[in-house]
């Protein structure tokens, strides 16, 4: 049964950092695109970032751009989400999701998602 898990979640400081992971089960996903979504209370769901199967080609949007780095680790099956210099509005759920393909465009499974809350 394919599934996708996330971890890594939490409370932090603004300023703080925290690693997200995103493991995958069920099936390798070093075949295909990974995406992470974030989802605060009232607005709707955006995609973060996104990296490619081979990790070669990456994208954020641009309020995480110099602050968010996406990468994998296909021999764990897992890919990541270093989240440095947070501030009070990354706060949401934050959800992985498999790529339909090798590249960065539509999704067809998500994770149950893990809280990250930024505030002092």
């Known amino acids: 049964q394919l599934q996708l898990v996330e971890s890594g979640g939490g409370l932090v400081q603004p300023g703080g950092s925290l690693r997200l992971s995103c493991a995958a089960s069920g099936f390798s996903l070093r075949y295909y695109a990974i995406g992470w979504f974030r989802q605060a209370p009232g607005k709707e769901r955006e995609e973060v970032s996104c990296?490619?199967?081979?990790?070669?080609?990456?994208k954020y949007i641009d309020s995480v751009k110099g602050r968010f780095t996406i990468s994998r680790d296909n021999a764990k099956n897992t890919v990541y989400l270093q989240m440095n210099s947070l501030k009070p509005e990354d706060t949401a759920i934050y959800s992985c999701?498999?790529?339909?393909?090798?590249?960065?465009?539509?999704?067809?499974?998500w994770g149950q998602g893990t809280q990250v809350t930024v505030s002092s």
């Open positions: 990296i490619s199967w081979t990790g070669s080609s990456t």
């Open positions: 999701a498999k790529g339909e393909g090798s590249a960065c465009s539509g999704y067809d499974a």
